[in-house]
Structure formats: structure tokens, C-alpha cells
DNA sequence: CCTGTTCTGGATCGGCAACTCCAGAACAGG
DNA sequence: CCTGTTCTGGAGTTGCCGATCCAGAACAGG
């Protein structure tokens, strides 16, 4: 793992890794429950409890702080669903991950939203190489997603007019987008309908089972 | 229509109502095109050219501001598809209105997102009075959509199971999370799998056609 | 016209946000 | 231990942002 900045790495020590993880951790979780810009450098360094010189001693302003925050929320969403998304080869599979995500989502009350995709709409019109670390990390969670739905084609699940790529897509977007309509409605029934659309439009490439 | 605030209506000259419009307007554009936050009220002020003390004038601050964009971009979004929105009680009438969003989002490059859910990411977690007027927007626009859903079942060219509520939230879920996906890539393709699955996926409740 | 209201220009204020700076403490490696 | 680097505390600077104020122009309605 790199230490943050690329390329020229300044060589951090023990704690000042733990220093900085801790300041890109409260900077995420503010991130995700205010919005980048009404989270201000100073609510995370009194929230990490470091002092205003340690923030730019690790990060060369706000927006390299933001840049860690997306990279950060990007491992943190791909490692929680890291079980259920290895196992999505099989619509059973899908269906225990769409119980994980609606679960995580109903203990909230639908509030939060994705924590890339917030950042996604936040940024992506006013920060470029952010958009593109989002994209990033977008796209390894639609191949992951993809992964199983290929693995499931191979295996002869689904028919080869299927494409993984697409309906890994189509996943995703109805994820995201229930997640939005959730958010704003707090019900998570939208993000249940969106769901189970999207695996309704998986089966409907299922191959019937001989036997 | 109203003047904006509800109840008391500071009563609007023909002029004093145009200057608003312009300021509303103005301000609608700039928080579509970099976001609220991010968007001055001298942003909006120099733009739409008017002094400071017009826009508290018509605006109690940047908060009413932002309640009458919201109302704006409703009005806005459901205006400019009135015409398809009306006729989507066929699966042609959907293609149509599908075409039509899919263009004017490849007119811009993929860029920009949606005029409401752009909004409604950026204000759901900090703003509670906004948040209820964005889900009341989107909720007419997927109350259009249930509409012709549910035109289309009374005439018998959907099944009894199709739930035009639940098809309708399916669809707007997946326009704004096509948008998303899109607005990140900076491709139209992810919008445009998105809402063909959800017309699939609507047609997976038609009744054979006899003759 | 006259009169009260609406509309407009522009100066101004207080506060906060991002960022800088420097001196000293803690530390790693020899 | 010694030495150079990393880490930390906290005061300070600059600029912008939202909001206010007041005086005067434009206007509506009689």
C-alpha cells in the first residue's frame, strides 16, 4: 500500500500512518453524513483531534484530503461487501447481497445515501481528477459485480446473449438510484423495488434448468 | 401561480415578479452546473445582474433561494418532457420518452446529471425543508410515470400483477442512476442500459397480444 | 399629480474557511 | 547517545461569503 501521495512517497512513520488514516477516516464519515463542502478542514481536525499544522503536514490541502477520502470509501464499500460480492455468482447470491445492502440501508431509515456515490454527485462537475478517482472506483464495483454475472454465463445460468458488462451496469444504476430516491423519501421501498427489478431483469436471461 | 413565499404575499410588481424569475433562474443554472454549495450568492448576483440588496429583497437568504431553484427545476424538468410524459402509456410512448432523455444527456457529453437529483443528493442530509420539497418533485415525476403505467394496465396491455407504483419508482431509480453512472463516466452507455432494462422490465408484464 | 409601496444600488460588517508559519517534541537509524 | 527527519501545537494571515443597511429611484392606484 502506498503512503498516499504518489510517486514521491515522504516516508511516514508507525503513527504517522495511524495519525493519517485517522484524519481520512473522521474526514469520510463527516463527508458522508454533511457533504464535502459543508465540511469544513476545521470540523475534521477538532473531530480527529489533531492540530491544524498535522492536516497539511499529510495532505496538501482540502482537495488531496477529498481525493483520500474517495480512495478510502471506495476500499471501505468494496471490503464490507467483499463476502456477499465473491458469492455473486449464483441468484441466490444476488439475493443475499440486495438483503445486505437493504439491510445496511434500513438501519439508517433510508438516509445516507452511497458513500461514493454522494461524493460522485458532489464532485464529478467541480473536481475532475476527483471524478475520475470515482469513476475509478465505480467501475471496480461494477466488475465485481460483473465477475459473478460472467462466472454465472459460463457456467451455463444464463443465456450468451447476457452481457455481464451491461447488466453489471444496470445493477449498479439501480442500486444508486434507489439509493438516491431512498434518501430522499426515507423508505428504503424504492431501493427494495429498484433491487429486485434489476435481478428480475438478471433471471429473465436464466436458462431453464433441465432436470 | 405564487409569489414564492406560501401565505403572505409580499405582493409582486409585473417587474418586481420578472427580477425574480431572472435571479431564480440564473441560480438554477450555476447550482446546476457546479452545485449548491459551491455557487455565491454574489455568484448569482453578478450573473443575473442585480444588486445585492434585490436578492434579499425577494429571497430571505441563500436557503429560500434554494427552496425556489428546487421548485424551478421541477417545474422545469416535468415541462420540458410534458409532452412524451403525457404519452407513455404505450411501450412505444416509452421508447420515445426514453430517446428523448438519452438525447439531451448525450447532448451534453454524459455531463451534468439530473437538474432534481443533483440537488437532492447535495441537500437531503443537510437540509430537512429541502429534502421534502425535492421528494415531492420527484414524486410527481414518478407520478407521471405511474400514470401511463397504469393506463396501459386498465387497457389490458399490462398483467393485473404489474404495480404501476412500484414500476414507475423502478424507472425513475434507474434514470437517476443511469445519470449518476453516466455524469462519472462522461459516457451516455450506462443510461441508456439502465432505462432499456427498466422498459424490459416493464414488458416483462405484458399480455400477449391476441391478433 | 400625490402618496405609499416596491424596487434598486452599493457600501459595509462580522464571521469563518482555507491555508501558512515556526518552534519544539518525538522518533528512527546508526 | 547523536543527528537528521518526521510529527505536533497553536497562533496568525488572507480572502471571501452571507447578510445588513439606508437612501433614493421607479412604480401603482387613486
Not at 470540523?43 to 484530503?65: I, M, N, P, T, W
Request: proline residues 3%; negative net charge; contains cysteine.
Amino acid at each position: 500500500m502506498d503512503t498516499g501521495t504518489a510517486g514521491g512517497l515522504p516516508r511516514l512513520t508507525r503513527k504517522g500512518r495511524a495519525t493519517r488514516e485517522r484524519i481520512v477516516a473522521v474526514a469520510a464519515g463527516l463527508m458522508f453524513e454533511r457533504g464535502v463542502a459543508v465540511t469544513s478542514i476545521d470540523d475534521v481536525r477538532s473531530a480527529a483531534e489533531v492540530s491544524s499544522s498535522q492536516l497539511y503536514h499529510y495532505f496538501d490541502g482540502k482537495r488531496e484530503l477529498v481525493r483520500a477520502v474517495i480512495a478510502h470509501q471506495t476500499e471501505a464499500v468494496l471490503a464490507a461487501q467483499q463476502p456477499q460480492l465473491s458469492r455473486l455468482d449464483s441468484i441466490e447470491g444476488l439475493q443475499t447481497w440486495r438483503d445486505l445492502v437493504l439491510g445496511v440501508q434500513a438501519g439508517r431509515n433510508g438516509a445516507g445515501g452511497c458513500p461514493i456515490g454522494s461524493l460522485a454527485a458532489e464532485l464529478a462537475e467541480i473536481d475532475p481528477e476527483a471524478r475520475l478517482d470515482l469513476a475509478d472506483g465505480l467501475g471496480r464495483w461494477a466488475g465485481a459485480i460483473r465477475d459473478g454475472l460472467a462466472a454465472m454465463r459460463a457456467r451455463g445460468d444464463l443465456d450468451e446473449s447476457a452481457d455481464p458488462d451491461r447488466l453489471a451496469m444496470v445493477t449498479l444504476a439501480a442500486l444508486q438510484g434507489g439509493l438516491l430516491l431512498a434518501q430522499v423519501h426515507r423508505d428504503t421501498a424504492p431501493l427494495q423495488a429498484a433491487l429486485d427489478a434489476a435481478i428480475a431483469h438478471i433471471r429473465s436471461f436464466e436458462v431453464a434448468v433441465a432436470g
